[in-house]
Nanobody, 116 residues
Framework: QVQLVESGGGLVQAGGSLRLSCAASGSIFAIADMGWYRQAPGKQREVVARITRGGSTNYADSVKGRFTISRDNAKNTVYLQMNSLKPVDTAVYYC??????????WGQGTQVTVSS
């Protein structure tokens, strides 16, 4: 079992920045990839960014050049630095961990609201 706890969401004006953190605990050595997803009201959950244990990353086209995902394996934490935020980035952001056994774990979500 893996437990994920997110922090760092909040309200920010358009053009501002936020940094999300996700701390993992439990069977952390089983974790392979980690990532951030988001779900806006009335929409499906979508991937924002993912990172492998080795540090390889990929991003949704909508956030490329604005968001940066990083991972500190020693602290069992993954981060999402979000710059140049837009109102369309408003959503609940969820941390995800995928194990080597292809099990998926999710955090409780953190609200990000970008005002225009």
């Amino acid at each position: 079992q893996v437990q994920l706890v997110e922090s760092g969401g909040g309200l920010v004006q358009a053009g501002g920045s936020l940094r999300l953190s996700c701390a993992a605990s439990g069977s952390i050595f089983a974790i392979a990839d980690m990532g951030w997803y988001r779900q806006a009201p009335g929409k499906q959950r979508e991937v924002v960014a993912r990172i492998t244990r080795g540090g390889s990353t990929n991003y949704a086209d909508s956030v490329k050049g604005r968001f940066t995902i990083s991972r500190d394996n020693a602290k069992n934490t993954v981060y999402l630095q979000m710059n140049s935020l837009k109102p369309v980035d408003t959503a609940v952001y969820y941390c995800n961990a995928e194990t080597y056994h292809l099990d998926d774990y999710w955090g409780q979500g953190t609200q990000v609201t970008v005002s225009s």
